[in-house]
């Protein structure tokens, strides 16, 4: 069964600080791997998809990389704002269509 | 764009009442899916379908029900309501052919359940 980790749990971080938000999985047979935010009592939000031939994804202050054999991914963010506040989850979708999601990553971003 | 649409967006029941969670989407997704979302545990796959008349089972699929007579919509059923089913609901949908599966999959605002 595939098992997906987030560490940290939680991270505080002053403004304009960069930060690297890690997602691990057990068994690197994905087909892709998605970043969403999820804001207090609000659906998930996409962030970034990486396809399992991509090694990394851009948008904006926001790049995430894919190390499908190491079962690793990060996310990271430039310069933080408040307004990332977040809760930051990955997943990983298989072949079968099925996802497996993380805990998550709590973020605040203190002004 | 109204995207994943769920109702209702609370609900309180007692245990062994029944009800249904509704999910509709205006993407022309084929496929759909509901999941759970509780402390500590992350989001779980329930039931998924890749297609009207198409269903299967997820992680955690005991005392739910699902099936997919459109390809709009896929409701969510509790059959007798526990206390363990207190949760947060989610219906998400996405493309599932090849090439689609590489767009990201799309979420409702979810369905709060407590079961008393």
């Known amino acids: 069964k595939q098992e997906v980790t987030q560490i940290p749990a939680a991270l505080s971080v002053p403004e304009g600080e960069n930060l690297v938000l890690n997602c691990s999985f057990t068994?690197?047979?994905?087909?892709?791997l998605q970043w969403f935010r999820q804001d207090p009592g609000k659906g998930l939000t996409s962030l970034l998809l990486?396809?399992?031939?991509?090694r990394e994804q851009t948008s904006g202050r926001l790049n995430a990389s894919l190390d499908k054999s190491s079962g690793r991914s990060t996310l990271y963010i430039a310069a933080s704002q408040p307004g990332d506040s977040a809760t930051y989850l990955c997943a990983v979708r298989l072949v079968s269509n099925q996802f497996y999601f993380g805990t998550g990553t709590s973020l605040t971003v203190i002004p | 764009n109204a995207g994943v649409t769920q109702t209702p967006k609370f609900q309180v029941l007692k245990t062994g009442q029944s009800m249904t969670l509704q999910c509709a989407q205006d993407?022309?997704?084929?496929?759909m899916s509901w999941y759970r979302q509780d402390p500590g545990m992350g989001l779980r796959l329930i039931h998924y379908s890749v297609g009207a008349g198409i269903t299967d089972q997820g992680e955690v699929p005991n005392g739910y029900n699902v099936s997919r007579s459109t390809t709009e919509d896929f409701p969510l059923r509790l059959l007798s309501a526990a206390p363990s089913q207190t949760s947060v609901y989610f219906c998400?949908?996405?493309?599932?052919?090849?090439?689609?599966?590489?767009?990201?999959?799309?979420f409702g605002d979810g369905t709060r359940l407590s079961i008393l």
């Open positions: 068994d690197s047979a994905i087909y892709n």
């Open positions: 993407m022309n997704h084929e496929y």
């Open positions: 998400a949908s996405s493309y599932s052919r090849t090439g689609g599966r590489n767009q990201p999959q799309h």
């Open positions: 990486i396809q399992s031939s991509q």
